[in-house]
């Protein structure tokens, strides 16, 4: 898995499918929001993500207040979000 960041936005690249991973969206994500109100993902290739990944988002938006929307170019992933529930909560969006 890469990560690219650019301003307010995260690209990752690749499966997202371990605890490494997870901690490195994690990182990644945590010095974006010291500096962003709003953050978007994009998920172009990735056809899952972790549990951890979506608790860690939930926290983003529930607890500190991060304005986030996610897209997604996988219509595997796309629909496992909406199974979840979770597709208005995370403002998802296939690209």
């Not at 605890?19 to 962003?36: G, P, R, W, Y």
């Not at 608790?55 to 500190?64: A, S, T, V």
């Not at 929307?69 to 992933?77: K, M, N, P, Q, T």
């Amino acid at each position: 898995m890469e990560l690219e960041t650019d301003g307010s936005t995260l690209t990752i690249i690749d499966n997202i499918k371990s605890v490494a991973h997870f901690q490195e969206i994690k990182s990644a994500l945590d010095k974006m929001k010291t500096t962003n109100s709003s953050i978007s993902i994009k998920i172009p290739t990735s056809l899952s993500i972790t549990s951890s990944v979506i608790g860690y988002l939930m926290k983003l938006i529930h607890k500190d207040g991060i304005r986030l929307s996610i897209a997604v170019g996988d219509e595997r992933l796309v629909k496992l979000l909406s199974d979840l529930g979770l597709s208005s909560e995370f403002s998802v969006r296939k690209v």
